[in-house]
């Protein structure tokens, strides 16, 4: 039996749960949302919102904290970051950091707020390996961000052509039904010896 053992195990060991949720927690400060399955954003909304309220402190000793949690990244959003600074083999040697993010951005964005800092929205899809539900977990107020809707779907986007291409087909089958004049069809005469009809070429 269980009795007092709180919090998600996740199928990992200490280490490895404890490192899961700091890149995750990373992912999450760098992009304002990140998509993953319910219980990995359940049992991260603690750790994450707890981050937040010792960002809105805003003292050293908060600082502190927050780094010996998450450490002190290099905040890369995209590849081709131009504030990332590389070496010539395309090592990142520089940039803006992560925590100077959270606690000069996230944190002052929820001074108002007392709690509440994530929203978790699930989005009705499945992993295909597992069958395990997703849901994207983002920060409040960054709807302007990227849009929940999960992963991105080519369904549409294939159905829109085909139907592109059928309509270009019709278009062009009735303008050569326009071009082409219909062929006369001339009545059959009737043979005046056996009453028979014949089709003239």
């Known amino acids: 039996m269980r009795h007092r053992v709180a919090g998600f195990k996740l199928g990992r060991d200490t280490e490895h749960r404890k490192a899961m949720w700091r890149n995750m927690a990373i992912a999450l400060f760098t992009h304002g949302q990140i998509t ?18 010792l960002a809105k402190k805003g003292d050293l000793t908060s600082r502190r904290r927050v780094i010996k949690v998450l450490g002190n990244p290099i905040k890369i959003k995209f590849d081709e970051d131009p504030d990332v600074q590389r070496n010539r083999f395309g090592e990142v040697t520089g940039g803006p950091r992560l925590v100077k ?10 001074a108002d707020r007392t709690g509440g800092y994530t929203r978790i929205v699930r989005t009705g899809k499945y992993r295909i390996g597992d069958a395990s539900d997703l849901c994207v977990i983002q920060l ?13 779907s080519r369904r549409r986007e294939k159905a829109d052509r085909r ?13 050569e039904q326009a071009a082409t ?13 056996g009453g028979e009809t014949t089709a003239e070429a």
């Open 36 to 53: 993953t399955t319910v219980p990995k954003a359940k049992s991260l909304r603690p750790l994450v919102e707890k981050l937040i309220s």
């Open 101 to 110: 993010r959270l606690f000069d951005e996230i944190g002052p964005r929820y």
């Open 140 to 152: 409040v107020g960054d709807e302007s961000g990227p849009q929940v809707s999960g992963q991105y």
């Open 163 to 175: 139907m592109a291409f059928a309509a270009k087909l019709r278009k062009g089958s009735a303008t």
């Open 181 to 193: 004049p219909a062929p006369v069809t001339e009545a059959p005469a009737a043979d005046a010896a």
